[in-house]
């Protein structure tokens, strides 16, 4: 019995001194899964670990080494096994490379702590944010950029050289697992999926290497989303500025009407028997000036219109805008009462927009100054066709007219068209150019229908 005490006293004594000259934790464990002993070269991180092991671990570390144990355990032959886990300690997180046997009835595991090599450094030189994590989603390193990244989107900083569960962060972690859900999958080692919230927009990559380690990159797109919105912003107080000229024309019409009325009535001393006309020149002003009102309102909300309607509050302003610049206005609307789902002042201006670049095109041009609107229901889409007689586009011009900041007129911005276009798929519609060479150009917007609405 005393060479049995003496020689547990030693086999103690041997474990703690390795532990302190190697930095390794060591765990011994009986069958049951119960710690029985524990060796580490640091007190407070001991007490820790002796006091709630199993609340060092997240759920999914715990089932990764449990299943490690039994593995352990039942295993045939007593070989070691290996695994790679993860303990966080009070606000402090340990990444273990354990290795493990079986020796009579208990288990004893060596744990080696996994220092993020330097090679890894070289992501600093990079120009864009980059995580280097594993499979699982345990961070590993980032660099200098990511943290100046976060610290603008006003996202939680990390501590260098320590991993961390990308749960306990903020929300947007949520599209790196659906990234890294996809590169478990055999096959797949690149995935791409985006994040935008409150202003803030990423677009973040992710590729993976050997042994399931993984960078995840992302490209900040935060400015370029408000970048758009004044780029819309900007086109629609052009439209509205344009629009204005031919508003101030048409008034005039219905403002002559009512003078030469009022002074009639004034010499006939009978106004009642003008009341009807006056009255009825006056809705009419009403009506073109609601239509004006309603490019140049700010709200973005969208809404189910029908589509008849929605065309003809843009006739008076069509016709004016082709009067007041010598160009013949014709047009057909047809469609069915099934509503479009959109923001009724964001497809006037796109369509202004449209009518403008025809109006110019004509510019040089003194016959067939034409301009034709046709809207039917072509299957599932309310098409709206808008087709001039102008120089046309030439097709290697063609090619390149939905690029931003494309343009070929000298103090054009090359915003007209793609922006049309970014409209219009945002209504989730189509948006197509069609145009020859000294024959004209047709363009066409499809926006879906919602039968369901009827």
Same mark, same amino acid.
């Given at each position: 019995?005393? +060479?049995?005490?003496?020689?547990?006293?030693?086999?103690?004594?041997?474990?703690?001194?390795?532990?302190?000259?190697?930095?390794?934790?060591?765990?011994?464990?009986?069958?049951?899964?119960?710690?029985?002993?524990?060796?580490?070269?640091?007190?407070?991180?001991?007490?820790?670990?002796?006091?709630?092991?199993?609340?060092?671990?997240?759920?999914?570390?715990?089932? =990764?080494?449990?299943?490690?144990?039994?593995?352990?355990?039942?295993?045939?032959?007593?070989?070691?096994?290996?695994? #790679?886990?993860?303990?966080?300690?009070?606000?402090?997180?340990? &990444?273990?490379?354990?290795?493990?046997?079986?020796?009579?009835?208990?288990?004893?595991?060596?744990?080696?702590?996994?220092?993020?090599?330097?090679?890894?450094?070289?992501? +600093?030189?990079?120009?864009?944010?980059?995580?280097?994590?594993?499979?699982?989603?345990?961070?590993?390193?980032?660099?200098?950029?990511?943290?100046?990244?976060?610290?603008?989107? +006003?996202?939680?900083?990390?501590?260098?050289?320590?991993?961390?569960?990308?749960?306990?962060?903020?929300?947007?972690?949520?599209?790196?697992?659906?990234?890294?859900?996809?590169?478990?999958?055999?096959?797949?080692?690149?995935?791409?999926?985006?994040?935008?919230?409150?202003?803030?927009?990423?677009?973040?990559?992710?590729?993976?290497?050997?042994?399931?380690?993984?960078?995840?990159?992302?490209?900040?797109?935060?400015?370029?989303? =408000?970048?758009?919105?004044?780029?819309?912003?900007?086109?629609?107080?052009?439209?509205?500025?344009?629009?204005?000229?031919?508003?101030?024309?048409?008034?005039?019409?219905?403002?002559?009407?009512?003078?030469?009325?009022?002074?009639?009535?004034?010499?006939?001393? #009978?106004?009642? =028997?003008?009341?009807?006309?006056?009255?009825?020149?006056?809705?009419?002003?009403?009506?073109?000036?609601?239509?004006?009102?309603?490019?140049?309102?700010?709200?973005?909300?969208?809404?189910?219109?029908? &589509?008849?309607?929605?065309?003809?509050?843009?006739?008076?302003?069509?016709?004016?805008?082709?009067?007041?610049?010598?160009?013949?206005?014709?047009?057909?609307? +047809?469609?069915?009462?099934?509503?479009?789902?959109?923001?009724?002042?964001?497809?006037?201006?796109?369509?202004?927009?449209?009518?403008? #670049?025809?109006?110019?095109?004509?510019?040089?041009? =003194?016959?067939?100054?034409?301009?034709?609107?046709?809207?039917?229901?072509?299957?599932?889409?309310?098409?709206?066709?808008?087709?001039?007689?102008?120089?046309?586009?030439?097709?290697?011009?063609?090619?390149?007219?939905?690029?931003?900041?494309?343009?070929?007129?000298?103090?054009?911005?090359?915003?007209?068209? &793609?922006?049309?276009?970014?409209?219009?798929?945002?209504?989730?519609?189509?948006?197509?150019?069609?145009?020859?060479?000294?024959?004209?150009?047709?363009?066409?917007?499809?926006?879906?229908?919602?039968?369901?609405?009827?």
């Amino acid at each position: 019995m005393v +060479n049995t005490k003496k020689e547990a006293y030693e086999n103690n004594f041997l474990l703690n001194k390795i532990s302190e000259l190697s930095n390794t934790w060591t765990f011994v464990f009986d069958l049951n899964e119960n710690l029985k002993r524990l060796y580490i070269n640091d007190d407070t991180v001991k007490s820790h670990v002796q006091k709630d092991f199993q609340g060092c671990f997240s759920t999914k570390e715990w089932n =990764k080494f449990q299943h490690f144990y039994h593995k352990i355990i039942y295993s045939k032959e007593h070989s070691l096994q290996e695994l #790679n886990v993860t303990l966080k300690i009070g606000a402090d997180y340990h &990444p273990l490379q354990l290795k493990g046997e079986r020796i009579d009835n208990v288990v004893v595991i060596i744990g080696k702590k996994m220092i993020v090599e330097s090679k890894y450094s070289m992501f +600093n030189g990079l120009p864009i944010p980059i995580i280097f994590m594993d499979i699982d989603g345990v961070i590993l390193d980032w660099n200098s950029q990511l943290e100046s990244l976060f610290e603008s989107l +006003n996202i939680a900083t990390f501590k260098m050289n320590e991993p961390f569960y990308l749960e306990q962060y903020h929300a947007f972690y949520e599209s790196i697992y659906s990234l890294l859900n996809t590169l478990k999958k055999e096959n797949e080692k690149c995935a791409e999926t985006s994040f935008r919230e409150d202003g803030i927009q990423l677009s973040v990559q992710a590729v993976k290497f050997e042994n399931n380690f993984v960078i995840v990159s992302f490209k900040d797109e935060s400015l370029l989303l =408000k970048h758009e919105k004044m780029l819309k912003t900007q086109q629609q107080m052009e439209a509205v500025t344009q629009v204005a000229a031919g508003v101030a024309h048409e008034l005039r019409n219905p403002l002559s009407v009512i003078k030469g009325f009022l002074q009639l009535s004034r010499l006939s001393n #009978n106004l009642n =028997k003008y009341y009807d006309t006056i009255f009825s020149e006056i809705e009419r002003m009403n009506k073109i000036i609601e239509d004006f009102l309603s490019v140049s309102r700010k709200e973005i909300e969208l809404h189910f219109v029908k &589509p008849l309607t929605l065309m003809e509050s843009l006739l008076m302003i069509f016709r004016s805008e082709c009067l007041l610049h010598d160009v013949h206005f014709t047009f057909s609307i +047809n469609g069915s009462d099934s509503p479009v789902y959109v923001n009724d002042q964001m497809i006037k201006q796109v369509l202004i927009n449209i009518l403008r #670049n025809s109006i110019e095109a004509y510019d040089k041009q =003194k016959e067939n100054r034409t301009f034709k609107l046709n809207t039917y229901n072509d299957g599932d889409f309310f098409r709206i066709e808008l087709v001039d007689q102008g120089p046309g586009i030439p097709e290697a011009i063609l090619s390149k007219i939905d690029q931003p900041f494309f343009t070929t007129k000298e103090k054009g911005t090359g915003i007209g068209i &793609p922006l049309c276009k970014q409209i219009i798929e945002e209504h989730k519609g189509r948006f197509f150019v069609e145009s020859e060479e000294s024959k004209g150009t047709k363009v066409s917007l499809l926006l879906p229908i919602y039968k369901d609405r009827i």
